[in-house]
């Protein structure tokens, strides 16, 4: 299993649209194959500020993502929205253990 956190800060005034447009890319994403699991959060301190955690089976699938009609929809129309470039950091699943997961 490999995890992405996907840091995002939004200007304030798409906060709504951004999360529109995050919860439609997140739900075609849980339908796709390789994803095992895909939430949006909102930090509660600071709305403008969003963290996407994507599981993905294998690295294969990240790039299977990377290349929907969805993502790209969602990339184009959250760009403009965004306060400063969006981050990025996988992470490699150590416990637990899921086997459901494989």
Do not use: C
């Not at 600071?46 to 929809?73: G, M």
Request: charged share 30%.
């Amino acid at each position: 299993m490999f995890t992405i956190h996907v840091f995002v800060h939004v200007k304030p005034e798409y906060v709504e649209a951004f999360r529109e447009a995050s919860a439609d890319n997140a739900q075609s994403s849980i339908n796709e194959t390789g994803v095992a699991r895909f939430d949006v959060l909102q930090q509660e301190d600071d709305p403008t500020r969003f963290v996407l955690i994507e599981i993905y089976k294998t690295h294969e699938d990240i790039a299977k993502h990377k290349s929907t009609d969805h993502y790209s929809r969602w990339r184009e129309a959250v760009e403009p929205m965004m306060a400063e470039p969006r981050k990025s950091i996988g992470y490699r699943q150590v416990f637990p253990n899921v086997p459901s997961w494989d």
